[in-house]
């Protein structure tokens, strides 16, 4: 049975830098690509950043690139640099069971195990 657990989410002002953890049991975050997703109120959940299996090359949304960064080893990590109010959302940690590369890696439908999530506020 896979499980996703994330942490680290919170409360920061406008500038501010967060980092989100995603612990795995039963997944092993070498073999397929995972990837962050968030969820603001009223909105659909987007993709922010992606990396693949293996080497770790990674794939970002356009509305972070150069702020977040993923990376993982035995944990998957998302840092939040230069935080910004519409960041706010719940963030989703979400793992693959097929190998993914480029814009299919911020869809939804690519990836079959998901975390509960964890609530990032970032005010101005």
Same mark, same amino acid.
């Given at each position: 049975?896979?499980?996703?657990?994330?942490?680290?989410?919170?409360?920061?002002?406008?500038?501010?830098?967060?980092?989100?953890?995603?612990?795995?049991?039963?997944?092993? =975050?070498?073999?397929?690509?995972?990837?962050?997703?968030?969820?603001?109120?009223?909105?659909?959940?987007?993709?922010?950043?992606?990396?693949?299996?293996?080497?770790?090359?990674?794939? =970002?949304?356009?509305?972070?690139?150069?702020?977040?960064?993923?990376?993982?080893?035995?944990?998957?990590?998302?840092?939040?640099?230069?935080?910004?109010?519409?960041?706010?959302?719940?963030?989703?940690?979400?793992?693959?069971?097929?190998?993914?590369?480029?814009?299919?890696?911020?869809?939804?439908?690519?990836?079959? =195990?998901?975390?509960?999530?964890?609530?990032?506020?970032?005010?101005?």
């Amino acid at each position: 049975q896979v499980q996703l657990v994330e942490s680290g989410g919170g409360s920061v002002q406008a500038g501010g830098s967060l980092r989100l953890s995603c612990q795995a049991f039963g997944y092993t =975050y070498s073999d397929y690509c995972v990837a962050w997703f968030r969820q603001a109120p009223g909105k659909e959940r987007e993709g922010v950043a992606a990396i693949y299996a293996g080497g770790g090359s990674t794939y =970002y949304a356009d509305s972070v690139k150069g702020r977040f960064t993923i990376s993982k080893d035995s944990t998957l990590y998302l840092q939040m640099n230069s935080l910004k109010p519409e960041d706010t959302a719940m963030y989703y940690c979400a793992a693959s069971v097929v190998f993914i590369y480029g814009g299919r890696s911020l869809r939804q439908s690519e990836y079959k =195990y998901w975390g509960q999530g964890t609530q990032v506020t970032v005010s101005s």
